[in-house]
């Protein structure tokens, strides 16, 4: 099955008895979706940001003025739909005349732009369902798997979303067996939701070791369902190991990802920005405000010639206008170049990265943080930083609208006191994945051999 089976399918339509039939067949195959009418006083109080289908009755009995019909769409899908949603696919759906999917087309390409369906596809009503006694619509036997192939021929062009679906499907299912797994140890008798306790408050214990406080329930909570994690990851990857995608595309030609997309899509992968709790974890990236070591790392690091390469690109000119055989400035270009490098310097903040092992965390076995300075350094500088082995430099992520990479150096491995870090709020935190690679490049650094030789 190609449709959501996560409850991310929406019918809009004002005739219930006109939905009822789309809704059972979607129900027999397993589908769940919700139904709006469209009025005002029945649309959600917040809007859905996971939608991936929707069912929408054109007309919606009202008049055949364009304005309003306009109207009346724009309010509910301002209702329905969030602008965070991502991908959906719009199906006009409706036995109504004339074809109003043109007004349709032109409302989001202006008043609702930013709720814009991936892609949109016109079907009738009456080539699925059938009358039968009392005018009451039957589906066809066969609706939904004609719908669906409908849907998969449009989606030819676009096959992503297709397969972003299917994912959202196999997340699902792992998710509901893992719940199965963990769930059924104990018989489903009187003593079952006791028992359940118990095992969600040593599966916490075992997570996080001498920091789990036991009197605070929320954090045994927190703690036991982050213990799911492991086995739904495993379920996860076993089906779609096991699964076939067998698809046929050109897409792969053509197709560029520029810097900022890539930073973009290295935060959302390696970052973690909106933690607004300011507990101290493995991973934490800490602003420090030591101006001589922030000093110290921009001379010690920069590569004085390739800065002037970078400053000689803004201003459009050679090397040879800027530099004389001693490589320094000429005059007239000193004031030029200061103001460039105190806007060069005042983009860099200097930052130190908790990199203590998580297993200390876990057993509150922290005698002292062991810190990692470096820099956060605007990407488009990256090549004016030296090359060394005690240097490693992040991939680039998206901070505040700006490309940044973390550029640490392994020498500067320190230790603070657990008490002065206290009351520090973290700016952000990288998962353990990043956190991992650089851990292994310290002990690298640490265990280089060297060798004496003549």
Not at 159 to 169: A, D, G, P, S, Y
Not at 315 to 320: A, K, Q, W
């Amino acid at each position: 099955m190609n449709l959501p089976e996560n409850g991310r399918v929406v019918v809009i339509d004002d005739k219930s008895n006109e939905a009822l039939p789309l809704l059972q067949a979607l129900a027999k195959n397993k589908i769940p979706s919700m139904y709006f009418s469209g009025n005002v006083g029945e649309l959600p109080s917040e809007t859905l940001d996971n939608i991936r289908v929707v069912f929408l009755d054109l007309k919606l009995g009202i008049s055949a003025d364009e304005r309003i019909i306009k109207s009346t769409i724009a309010g509910i899908f301002r209702k329905i739909i969030s602008e965070k949603n991502g991908p959906y696919i719009l199906v006009v759906w409706s036995i109504h005349e004339p074809d109003y999917t043109v007004v349709l087309k032109d409302l989001f390409e202006h008043e609702l732009i930013r709720i814009k369906p991936i892609t949109m596809l016109s079907l009738s009503k009456t080539d699925y369902f059938e009358t039968g006694g009392n005018d009451e619509a039957i589906a066809k036997a066969d609706a939904l798997s004609l719908i669906e192939a409908k849907i998969i021929e449009e989606l030819e062009r676009i096959e992503v979303i297709r397969l972003l679906i299917i994912w959202e499907n196999i997340v699902n299912n792992s998710a509901g067996k893992t719940v199965n797994n963990l769930s059924t140890s104990y018989p489903l008798d009187d003593t079952w939701n006791r028992n359940m306790w118990g095992i969600l408050f040593e599966l916490a214990k075992a997570y996080s070791g001498k920091q789990l406080d036991l009197t605070d329930t929320s954090e045994v909570i927190k703690n036991a369902l982050l213990t799911f994690n492991g086995t739904f990851i495993d379920i996860l990857e076993g089906t779609i190991g096991k699964s076939d995608y067998d698809y046929q595309t050109d897409s792969l030609d053509g197709w560029e990802i520029n810097d900022e997309i890539a930073a973009d899509i290295n935060s959302k992968l390696l970052l973690v920005t909106d933690d607004t709790t300011a507990k101290i974890k493995p991973g934490n990236i800490y602003l420090h405000t030591d101006e001589n070591l922030l000093e110290t790392f921009i001379c010690e690091r920069i590569k004085k010639n390739d800065f002037l390469k970078a400053f000689a690109k803004q201003e459009g000119r050679n090397m040879s206008d800027l530099v004389d055989a001693n490589k320094k400035l000429k005059q007239e270009y000193e004031v030029t170049f200061k103001t460039f490098f105190d806007n060069f310097r005042l983009g860099i903040r200097l930052v130190q990265c908790e990199v203590s092992p998580l297993c200390d965390y876990a057993q509150d076995k922290w005698k002292l943080h062991r810190l990692l300075c470096g820099i956060m350094l605007p990407s488009r500088y990256f090549n004016t930083v030296k090359s060394a082995d005690y240097i490693y430099a992040s991939p680039s992520f998206k901070i505040n609208g700006n490309s940044y990479k973390f550029v640490f150096d392994l020498r500067y491995l320190t230790s603070l006191q657990v008490s002065e870090l206290k009351d520090k709020h973290p700016e952000f935190r990288i998962r353990q994945e990043l956190l991992v690679d650089i851990q292994a490049k310290i002990a690298g650094h640490i265990n280089r051999p060297g060798i004496v030789s003549l």
